[in-house]
């Protein structure tokens, strides 16, 4: 027996010996491929980019994965529980792997062999940081392997609350949101601080396959997990059993928050700012680099930015008539399902999309869109209303060019249209189209270039081509104050004295003749009235006398071009631009001639804090100091180009407030304080703008076709885009006190004759105060800049009744 007993002793060694010995070739083998798990010290998931406004408002949110990085002490201990309640109970007390949980595993997959089921695991939350690190998802013993021997590892070199921290900032929650604190603000648009019990729980319940407990595919499957970890929680002391039983109780109360724009209105901002982060930084920084972006937006200024652009587009375009159904749909039966299918413009809320349901001599009836539940369902409730014929009688002049005399010309059953619905009348609604005119507007900070707001179209979701900063167009005549500014930055006066009359330019064996709007000239003209009434043949004859040569390098310095040819149709802003770039030259004029940089962006910083990039480049040495100590007073140092004379600057804003007085945007543009601006209407209506400013503030806008056409005779800039620039500024200054262009110290008021450009005489009843630099003034005798060269002495006289009183007043060398 004991030989017997010796010789099995001797053969269980041996297999003993033979099975380690083929374990530790194994696990050498294993250990050989492990990864270095020290990559973890140097964690840097990808993060969520948010862009706020410039009053903190989040805008958007930028992400291939939606997370944001949460150190572990700001994770609430109650939060922290529902995730060790539902994964790894023993976290705090187990060296990585959990032996209980194991052989638990081990016996429950013994007794599920042969059964087809998925074999149970038991992965503690560091194998899971293990696996989610550092391996693949391979369900192979060889990945436990390796993921025992590394958690093991890792317990060794990280403490459990960094391990904890790791997990909790890794993890998928589903709804592209990864991290504790992503999938808080996914699931329940609150911050982790702000989970109740019930809601802590679902978050930790999504781990075991967020799929699985879908709140919408598999609303009662994701309660019964939710309950779950709040039974587990009330098991280790987490919760009382009275937290836990009220917890339970409670519904789900998902309510999901989609990337992309936030903030109501700013969907054109957002991608702007878009754009030039990944213009300047790379997909990758914007995506995944957790950027912390600080804008120039201003919520309430974008807001009436958006409205007095959608109202003036709206205005156009329904009085050019009704274009048809936007669809149309069978409404036999049920036609909610029909309509709900058709995509509304989301950015447009005031709008409702409804199907005519029928029609007759005074209105319609219509059937407005259901809306769709959370799991995109459409709601069983079906809400009918009326267009009375008032509320659309603009879509009487149909898109043929018939007229239509009741609705039911207009209607038939099955159109869907767009209508909004009147306040004061319940059940009513107004008829409402999208327009085919667009436009944009940019509102700027003249003093730093800051832009406050921003408008591409009336609608993103219509299109998102930006027409504030992508649509090239011609600016007309609102480039004309550049041409003047030029001109007064070289010896030219407000009161210099330009012939108004036609004139033949030939070129290359081709005639050109410019014409002034409406076809009319008026002789000899002050600068003043040229741009006022904006003279098209004084303009090109004072580009001719000044050089276009000059003019360009004047458009270069302001930024409307970056490389102007300089030819003289350009001087009639013949060359495409964008309304960025005129508000940003219109801002150095308004500023008295600093050069500024357009920005959308004031602050950058990385993930963890440091700024990267900032628009205020401005230098304050002193102003950090610790004490006072009687020294100077800190000035900031303004190191920014001065490109215009600030003499010149007010001058040529003095000229264009005639504009608004008197001018082509007279009785359109309505302000309590001084406001100075410019239209600018294009050949064949095809664009029509107005950029103008307060001393605080600096406006443009555009309005046209995107595929240029004739807007109709009449829509100039002073009839379309002024009352635009004029609504959005009444609401833009409303409570802010006015403020008044001030002239640069040494410059001189002198009295005018507005006809002549000469001192005026006691008595004269036509004059206007205007502003002359130290050194010069009215002129003494009555001269006219390109008057020698285009028209005889005599047909100056005959033409002109200024030319002949000043000769009858003793005008010698008017010629």
Not at 97 to 119: E, H, K, S, Y
Not at 446 to 455: I, Q, S, Y
Not at 495 to 505: G, Q, R
Not at 538 to 562: K, S
């Amino acid at each position: 027996m004991i030989r017997l007993i010796g010789y099995f002793f001797g053969i269980g060694t041996v297999l003993f010996l033979g099975a380690a010995a083929v374990a530790a070739i194994y696990l050498n083998s294993v250990m050989k491929d492990l990864p270095d798990y020290e990559v973890l010290a140097k964690y840097e998931p990808p993060v969520t980019t948010r862009v706020h406004a410039s009053d903190g408002q989040l805008i958007a949110e930028y992400a291939r994965e939606r997370r944001l990085f949460l150190p572990i002490q700001a994770i609430p201990d109650r939060v922290k529980a529902a995730f060790l309640s539902a994964e790894d109970k023993n976290f705090y007390n187990h060296p990585g792997l959990d032996i209980q949980g194991l052989a638990r595993a081990v016996v429950i997959n013994l007794q599920n062999l042969g059964t087809g089921r998925r074999p149970v695991g038991a992965s503690t939350i560091t194998q899971q940081v293990a696996k989610n690190f550092l391996l693949t998802r391979d369900q192979t013993y060889t990945r436990k392997a390796k993921e025992a021997i590394l958690s093991l590892r890792i317990e060794q070199a990280y403490s459990k609350d960094r391990i904890l921290e790791l997990y909790l900032n890794e993890m998928f929650f589903g709804f592209n949101s990864y991290g504790i604190a992503g999938a808080a603000l996914t699931y329940f648009d609150k911050s982790v601080t702000e989970l109740s019990l019930d809601e802590a729980a679902y978050l930790a319940a999504l781990l075991k396959g967020p799929a699985n407990y879908h709140p919408f595919r598999h609303p009662d499957a994701a309660i019964e997990r939710r309950n779950w970890v709040i039974d587990r929680m009330v098991e280790n002391g987490y919760a009382t059993k009275e937290e836990g039983e009220k917890a339970k109780a409670k519904p789900l109360g998902v309510h999901i928050r989609y990337g992309g724009s936030h903030l109501f209105a700013s969907d054109y901002f957002a991608e702007e700012v878009r754009r030039q982060i990944i213009a300047e930084y790379g997909e990758k920084a914007l995506y995944e680099g957790g950027l912390s972006v600080r804008t120039s937006l201003d919520p309430k200024l974008q807001i009436y930015a958006r409205k007095a652009l959608q109202d003036g587009l709206i205005d156009y375009d329904e009085k050019r008539g009704f274009h048809g159904p936007i669809d149309q749909i069978n409404i036999a039966g049920d036609w909610g399902p029909a309509l709900s299918e058709v995509t509304p413009m989301r950015d447009v809320p005031e709008w409702s999309l409804a199907v005519v349901l029928a029609t007759d001599n005074e209105g319609a009836d219509i059937g407005i869109r259901p809306p769709k539940d959370a799991a995109g369902k459409v709601e069983a409730a079906r809400d009918r209303g009326r267009i009375d014929a008032d509320d659309m009688k603009w879509a009487y002049r149909l898109k043929d060019g018939k007229k239509a005399k009741s609705p039911n010309d207009v209607f038939k059953a099955g159109d869907v249209v767009y209508v909004e619905k009147i306040a004061d009348k319940d059940g009513q609604y107004r008829l409402r189209q999208p327009p085919e005119v667009q436009g944009g507007l940019v509102a700027m900070d003249p003093k730093t270039g800051r832009v406050l707001a921003m408008v591409g179209g009336f609608s993103y979701a219509q299109s998102e081509f930006n027409r504030a900063t992508q649509a090239m167009r011609q600016p007309g005549s609102s480039f004309k104050p550049f041409v003047y500014a030029a001109a007064l930055d070289n010896g030219y006066t407000p009161a210099s004295v330009v012939l108004d009359a036609p004139i033949e330019i030939v070129s290359g064996g081709e005639v050109w003749r410019p014409k002034n709007y409406g076809g009319e000239s008026a002789g000899p003209s002050t600068l003043r009235l040229g741009i006022e009434k904006s003279r098209n043949l004084m303009t090109v004859r004072l580009a001719n006398d000044l050089g276009m040569n000059t003019v360009a390098e004047y458009a270069e310095r302001f930024g409307i071009y970056d490389h102007m040819p300089p030819l003289l149709a350009m001087s009639l802003g013949s060359g495409e631009t964008t309304v960025m770039r005129m508000v940003a030259g219109y801002s150095v004029i308004a500023n008295g001639g600093k050069q500024i940089k357009p920005t959308l962006i004031d602050r950058i910083q990385d993930r963890y804090g440091k700024t990267i990039f900032k628009h205020e480049d401005r230098v304050c040495d002193g102003c950090n100091v610790a004490e006072w100590n009687g020294q100077e007073e800190p000035e900031l140092i303004d190191s920014r180009e001065q490109v215009l004379d600030p003499m010149t600057a007010y001058q040529i804003t003095s000229i264009m407030q005639g504009v608004v007085q008197r001018g082509t945007a007279a009785g359109r543009v309505k302000l309590d304080r001084d406001v100075a601006g410019k239209t600018g209407t294009t050949n064949d209506e095809k664009d029509a703008w107005f950029v103008g400013f307060t001393p605080d503030l600096v406006t443009g806008v555009y309005i046209g076709f995107d595929t240029p056409r004739k807007m109709g005779r009449g829509a100039t800039g002073g009839h379309l885009a002024a009352p635009v620039f004029n609504e959005f500024m009444q609401k833009a200054e409303e409570g802010v006190p006015p403020s008044k262009f001030i002239a640069p110290k040494g410059m001189k008021l002198i009295r005018i004759n507005r006809k002549t450009g000469m001192e005026a005489a006691e008595g004269d009843s036509d004059t206007i105060v205007e502003a002359f630099k130290p050194g010069t003034g009215p002129a003494d005798v009555f001269s006219v800049i390109g008057m020698d060269e285009y028209m005889a002495p005599e047909e100056i006289l005959r033409t002109s009744p200024q030319a002949s009183d000043a000769v009858n007043n003793g005008g010698n060398g008017l010629f």
